[in-house]
């Protein structure tokens, strides 16, 4: 199998983080230029359907695009440990709490930084509006993880899921336009803390120079 990959984005990270946690190292990993467009050139897109990462290409030459359809796919070949759920309703809960994760957090804080980081202009047609809109809405939404995680380690279950690995790193790539958790959602700041502890926050992130 083949990971098509990049450092930057926060997708790509995901897989990344997911891999890491499983220990999944038999996967050859390809890693694209987004600046200089690798992600375009017709190649990728013929296999990939898009000119976006991350892509997993199978040994049957299938691809499957999507961080978290990628996920899914890994986690039914390697099964251990579990970031998805074990019975029907753990199965429920997370997948309840992975789109919360995604359509309050993850994405609106991607958004802010795609819409107000100088360096994203390059890749992005700018609204300084909706960047700070989406934002806002990302802080506005982590008060009710803050309540879901009062006396809880993790979002969704016992145990961290894939739920916690796409609030996570949403709102870490948020670092960019300097946005941190907010001190006065203890809850959330203790959350991030054991995130960024674990050996699988460094998956894959460039090294500073």
Known sequence: MKLYDTLLAPNPRRVRWFMAEKGIEDIEVITLNLMQGEQRTPEYVAKAGLPLVPSLELDDGTVIGESVAICRYLESRYPQPNLFG?????????????RRAELMVAHP???GVRHTHPAMAALEQQNQAVGEHSRDSALKALKFFDRRLEGRDW???ERITIADILAFIGLD????IKVRPPEDLPNVVRWHAAMSARPAAKAGMPQAT
């Open 86 to 98: 074990r019975t029907p309703e753990e199965i429920g809960v997370i997948e309840m709490w992975t």
């Open 109 to 111: 804080m991607m958004i």
């Open 155 to 157: 979002i969704a279950a």
């Open 173 to 176: 790539f948020a670092r960019m």
